[in-house]
Nanobody, 123 residues
């Protein structure tokens, strides 16, 4: 088991920024590829970003490229999602995900999910 707890969501004006954090419990965090997904009201959950075990490989959805940055700190068992230039269409519940295979995260079938944190972008 890899319990995941997201934080950092909130209400932000369009053009603003937020940094989401996902803290994992246990001593195996550094073995897992990590990622972020989001689900807007009335829409399916979609892939946002993923990062490899070492942090050296990252993936982004086209809709967030150049605005979002994923990173991880294995010493702190935490993965981050820095979001800038936020748009109203970024409004969603953001979920952290973990998988032993990074490809599973990218394909949307991770081993573990967090509970989610709400991000609301207003104009």
């Amino acid at each position: 088991q890899v319990p995941l707890v997201e934080s950092g969501g909130g209400l932000v004006q369009a053009g603003g920024s937020l940094r989401l954090s996902c803290a994992a419990s246990g001593r195996t965090f550094s073995r897992y590829g990590m990622g972020w997904f989001r689900q807007a009201p009335g829409k399916e959950r979609e892939f946002v970003s993923a990062v490899s075990v070492s942090g050296g490989t990252t993936h982004y959805a086209d809709s967030v490229k150049g605005r979002f940055t994923i990173s991880r700190d294995n010493a702190k068992n935490t993965v981050y999602l820095q979001m800038i230039s936020l748009k109203p269409e970024d409004t969603a519940v953001y979920y952290c995900a973990a998988a032993l295979m990074l490809g599973a995260v990218v394909r949307g079938v991770p081993d573990y999910w967090g509970q989610g944190t709400q991000v609301t972008v207003f104009t």
